[in-house]
């Protein structure tokens, strides 16, 4: 049974979640996380609404992160959405933005078929015709690899390990960013893990939960806790690089669904830097970095903040010789998944981001890290700087020895 429950009734009516909600900061006309949410909730026990204010809403967790009662507001808001879409008209673009993986795998099929993609999303964007099917000219939009990471992976030749796990690499990993997949096997390996992957996982279903495909979500969950639930029994930890996918799989899945294992599985999962400092506190972290003389900003993603397991990026980071870092702790960047991409939401999405942008070029570095590949795009875009993963800067380290 999920640890996790979904109950309005916990709302104490604070308005803490209000207070720390950045869309209710720059739109006057969201009703914000508790009404939106615990207080909208109740009525609709009773009645189906519609609440055009639910579509403000990011998904970004900083209600649930506030909460003092420990109500999971956002989650609330997300199933109430999916149900005042059913049965209506589905736009084109909020059907593309939360099924991203068929896309992926479509083009993964045909040698080029990534490039002409890439091609085609530039000229549409410059010519304005995203904006016709609901998602931003003017947003940044991940670009499809050439080849994926499942397609590397097949040829990289591992050291073999006692020790071993499962990597879940997820769409972005997998589709768009993919040598950021194959780091995390570098490092992995540096720190004596054979790693596995098992291309049986699909999406992990966030893009789809946001989109209000709930039942779509609900099949990847069933399919992806059966999946670790079979890796769990053999010992295998599962490592994940994007904070939406780790969050998904080890805390939404309980508050959205109810399949067996998912709690104990939610035991299993572990962020790759969450993982990495946790092998420094037990003295098995490889700490044979060589030096890398950089100064850059950290960026914590929301979806990062809700897990509660602390900063472990900075943590790590901080061990590399001659590499400087600093907490940038200046709230969401307003990407938030696909929110930002969504054209009628990029203003917004802009207006919630300044406070980091203008901490990134107070700062005046030329690179900030974050654990997020859609945080990573809204920082290139919007602070105009270079944006990595920290695990990019670990296997620099090691590869600097």
């Known amino acids: 049974m999920s640890k996790h429950v979904v109950n309005p009734d916990l709302c104490t009516a604070c308005t803490v979640c209000v207070a720390h909600c950045p869309v209710a900061e720059v739109v ?23 609440d ?51 896309m992926g795998k ?3 099929r045909f040698p080029g078929a990534a490039s002409i993609v890439n091609l085609g999303m530039g000229l549409g964007k410059s010519l304005g015709m995203m904006d016709m099917v609901g998602i931003s000219s003017k947003a940044p939009l991940p670009s499809y690899a050439s080849t994926t990471f499942y ?25 768009n960013q993919p040598e950021i997949g194959m780091d995390v096997v570098k490092v992995l390996q540096a720190n004596g893990y ?64 109810h399949h067996e294992g998912m709690d104990k599985n939610a035991e299993n999962i572990y962020d790759i830097m969450e993982f990495l400092s946790m092998l420094d506190d037990e003295d098995k972290l490889n700490t044979n970095f060589g030096q890398v003389n950089d100064t850059m900003l950290y960026h914590a993603p929301c ?9 472990p990026a900075l943590d790590v980071l901080s061990l590399i010789p001659g590499y400087r870092i600093e907490n940038a702790a200046a709230g969401c960047c307003g990407m938030s998944g696909s929110y930002g991409m969504q054209a009628n939401k990029r203003e917004i999405s802009l207006k919630v981001g300044e406070k980091l942008f203008n901490r990134i070029r107070q700062a005046g570095v030329k690179s900030v890290v974050s654990d997020c590949g859609t945080c990573r795009l809204q920082i290139g875009d919007g602070a105009k700087v270079q944006a990595i993963h920290p695990v990019q800067i670990v296997a620099r380290a090691y590869a600097a020895k």
């Open 194 to 257: 054979e790693v596995l992957v098992d291309e049986e996982f699909v999406c992990c279903g966030s893009p789809l939960v946001v989109g209000g495909y709930l039942g779509e979500a609900n099949e990847n969950a069933r399919k992806n806790t059966s999946l670790m639930n079979k890796w769990r029994a053999k010992g295998y930890p599962v490592i994940t690089a994007c904070t939406s996918c780790g969050l998904m799989l080890k805390q939404e899945y309980q508050e959205l669904f």
């Open 106 to 108: 479509l083009l993964a």
């Open 28 to 50: 006057r006309e969201y009703r914000g996380p508790k009404l939106s949410g615990p207080a909208s909730e109740r009525l609709r026990l009773l009645s189906p609404q519609d």
């Open 151 to 175: 397609k590397q992976f097949k040829s990289f030749k591992q050291k073999s390990f006692d020790k071993k796990v499962v990597f879940y690499p997820g769409c972005t990993i997998n589709f």
């Open 52 to 102: 055009a204010s639910l579509d403000f809403c990011s998904n970004c967790k900083n209600c649930d992160i506030s909460c003092p009662s420990g109500v999971p507001i956002s989650t609330l808001n997300m199933k109430a959405r999916a149900k005042m879409w059913e049965g209506k008209p589905e736009p084109q673009g909020r059907k593309m933005m939360a099924h991203g993986e068929q």
């Open 303 to 311: 979806h990062l903040r809700a897990q509660g397991m602390g900063l």
